[in-house]
């Protein structure tokens, strides 16, 4: 299970969280759209802010890029004032989905379940869902990462069939590390991957695990992100504030793989 797994594509992905007006976003994907390397073989993604989301998806519409949303809300339709549906992101050209992200968990107060309930509906509408876990400063010093990280993942992934959750993707984002500049280590990052990976299989046996992507996000950066993804269970990243300029982002999706990826 520590080796680098070919059928795991690379996922690297930028969470724009509340950034940028619909001009910048629109000039930001047009220069990524160049910028992103030529014969890259994993697979990239923006996440806008809503209002942002079919402009971006114009402007991305003959590009690799996918387009991705940051949250939604698990019914289809009906009175949710300032909720969006899985249903509404499919036509609004989404690709895939963001849940359970620190902020989302820390200011509005989403929960476990919130996630489990968000998950299905991402899955039913054909969404590739993002959930994000991940430990406060806090609990990291009080000896508390792995029960945390058991708990998000029991408390989220828990009960759908294998084959349903094919298309999950797990991103482990240290809270301590997210927009702090303090990155994880390399040696870090790779124990939580595979501390989550050993959770997958518990859940849901050893074939699911080592065919799932788990992403790193927290101060991924292209100073950082050639030590990161050289470890064996990270298979991507999420990325907060590097993704909002081109030239970063484009470099951190150019990643210098090792040999055996
Ligand atoms: P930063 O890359 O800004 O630390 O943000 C990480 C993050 O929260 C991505 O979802």
Redesign the pocket.
């Known amino acids: 299970m520590t080796t680098a797994n070919p059928i795991r594509r690379p996922l690297i992905a930028g969470?724009w969280k509340m950034n940028l007006d619909l001009k910048a976003s629109v000039e930001l994907v047009r220069a990524l759209t160049l910028a992103v390397p030529r014969g890259f073989q994993g697979e990239v993604m923006v996440a806008p802010p809503f209002t942002a989301l079919t402009v971006v998806g114009e402007a991305l519409r003959d590009s690799p890029i996918r387009l991705g949303a940051q949250d939604l809300f698990w019914e289809e339709k009906g009175a949710f004032t300032g909720e969006i549906s899985a249903s509404q992101l499919k036509d609004a050209g989404c690709w895939s989905v963001l849940i359970g992200?620190s902020e989302r968990r820390r200011i509005f107060a989403d929960t476990d379940a919130w996630v489990r309930r968000k998950l299905e509906a991402a899955l039913k509408a054909g969404l590739i869902p993002v959930v994000c876990v991940g430990e406060t400063l806090e609990e990291r010093e009080s000896q508390r990462t792995w029960r945390v990280l058991e708990t998000q993942l029991k408390g989220g992934l828990e009960g759908f069939a294998p084959s349903a959750l094919a298309p999950l993707v797990v991103a482990y984002?240290p809270v301590w590390?997210?927009?702090t500049g303090k990155t994880a280590t390399p040696a870090q990052a790779q124990e939580a991957h595979l501390f989550i990976r050993k959770q997958a299989a518990a859940l849901y046996g050893p074939a699911f695990a080592s065919g799932l992507r788990i992403l790193y996000?927290?101060?991924?950066t292209p100073e950082n992100i050639d030590s990161l993804m050289a470890e064996p269970d990270i298979d991507g990243a999420?990325?907060?504030?590097?993704s909002l300029k081109a030239d970063s982002f484009s470099r951190i999706v150019g990643f210098r793989s090792p040999a055996a990826r």
Do not use: F, K, P, Q
Not at 238 to 242: D, E, F, I, M, S
């Open positions: 969470n992200h984002e590390a997210i927009g996000g927290g101060s991924v999420l990325v907060g504030g590097a």
